[in-house]
């Protein structure tokens, strides 16, 4: 059982070092302006460029399906594939920058296959879509384009010869009347014959007059379609240029932004190490991805908090219905705490010294030549060596003392602690404990 909480400590530390190392690398940085490149490229670069790729990739496919499948179900699928890709892609490669430059692929042999394998996903789905940006949006750009403004040419002969066309029905149709013009003894009726004979002049004229506009028709149809290819020749080129463009674009851009993220990372760390209040700062770098990683698992705490009876702020913690334990581990090396009567002042520098020792330790969680199984172990060493002086009956710190360590603990060390995936098993009865001793008052402290 030991052995089995170890192993998963282990594994929410590990988790929670990536969710540092990404979150030190989108920080923002007051000494410097590579944040700033960072967010340009994430938030309206990469966008852009991902937004062109797949509106290529949606000519491509819709073409491709016509025919294939139901026309709503073209439309759906030429809308969501590119889509779906486009975000495989980015955010495989996001992955895939942040696992080379913070070394994730190091940690173990099966996070080296895991990254290697992903690294090859994101090869070839950028490889299948410059192969349809480069080569076949420019045959099914051309071929969208014949398709919409190319007639058959009988259309064409059609609309041209449409008006003569007209005039010789007319002729051919009192030709006809005509031949059925007749006299009372059934003989043709003169009047017939000059009429059919008139009608064939006409009839010559109008021929030659469709012979000359058909003639004319073709000489167009044939320049109009060379126009047509050419034009739509050249709507291929600038599919093909563009939108490979579009892709040499976002493949840049994407090991742009994982440069960027790396030396914000590094930037991050060393300021938070080098500021002057530096373990402040490193401090707030540990609590902010708890809160981050609380936020993106929808656990964030309510900002509305209550107040308790000695006024200060608390969210909660001291509320615990569990029963104290009525043995408690120990280290090796635990302290032996004294059971005389302690004084309020002796009180007061038992939190406070653990204050220190804690707060001292809290930014060792960063450092990569710690391990966080010993930077966890001197903390909870040194809160279990506190929570056994505050069981005690004779231990009563100060209200100033006794508010400052719960706040700290409340809003600090607990949430740090949990967040890296070494909490400690006595932190609800430390801090039940610790508000029964602190006196009571009706100022609120800041």
Known sequence: MREKRQKNAANAAQ?????????????????????????????????????????????????????????????????????????????????????????????????????????????????????????????????????????????????ATKGIDSQIEAINKSNQEAGTMKTKRGKIAWSGQKIRIDNSTTLSSLMYQRQQIASQALEDYKAGKVRTNETATSRGNFFQRFGGFGEIGEILFCLILGLVEAINRNNNIKRLSNTEGGNQAAENTLHSPYQYQQKRNGQAQNSTSTTNSIGFKWDGYGKATAQEPNTVSQQPDTVSQPTAHFSTLGCDAVLQLCEKRVRADLPNFLRKDTKPESVSRRINDALQECYESLKNPDFAPSRQAGASFYKFMVETAVPTLDGRGWPFENATFLLKRLLEVIPKGDAVLA
């Open 15 to 159: 988790s929670n070092a990536v969710k540092t190392d990404e979150w030190l690398a989108t920080m923002s940085n007051p000494d410097s302006n590579i944040d700033e490149l960072g967010k340009l490229i994430r938030y309206f670069i990469l966008p852009l460029f991902a937004l062109w790729v797949w509106y290529i990739g949606y000519i491509f496919t819709s073409k491709a399906l016509v025919g294939v499948v139901d026309p709503w179900q073209a439309t759906l699928l030429a809308f969501a594939l590119p889509g779906v890709i486009q975000f495989l892609k980015l955010y495989g490669a996001k992955k895939t920058l942040r696992a080379f430059h913070f070394k994730w692929y190091d940690r173990s042999a099966h996070d080296l296959w895991l990254w290697s394998l992903v690294a090859i996903v994101v090869c070839l789905m950028f490889a299948w879509s410059l192969k349809i940006s480069f080569f076949d949006v420019k045959d099914t750009a051309r071929d969208n384009y014949l398709n919409t403004h190319t007639d058959s040419l009988s259309l064409v002969m059609a609309a």
